[in-house]
């Protein structure tokens, strides 16, 4: 939940990729392709936690690649409205008759 707590607050983060929360939320950010919403490392190691922060001072002293990176900060959006509203949706579009034989036990 850190990672979507710095989201909130527009801070850029770094995680180490595990389970579905952190892999899921955080995409590493692409230099190529300005996409990504933080950095992110997959082994338990300090070279991989070195090598992931030296390429995020490096963005970050790039200021039109750190303007980019905190531009897609602010599009990331993970509020339980947007979930609540897809569920609905896939409710009401699966179109389920309701028996009005059924009676409550």
Known sequence: ???????????VPIVRETGGGLKDTITPYNEL?????????????????????????SIYQDSDQWATLLKNVNKSHFSW????TEYANLYE?????????????
């Open 1 to 11: 939940m850190s990672q979507l707590i710095a989201l909130q607050y527009k801070t």
């Open 33 to 57: 392709t300005g996409t990504g919403n933080g950095f992110s490392f997959y082994n338990y190691n300090a070279h991989e936690l070195l090598h992931v922060l030296k390429y995020s001072l």
């Open 81 to 84: 409205k947007d979930s609540a």
């Open 93 to 105: 579009s699966l179109d389920v008759p309701i028996d009005s034989n059924i009676s409550d036990k």
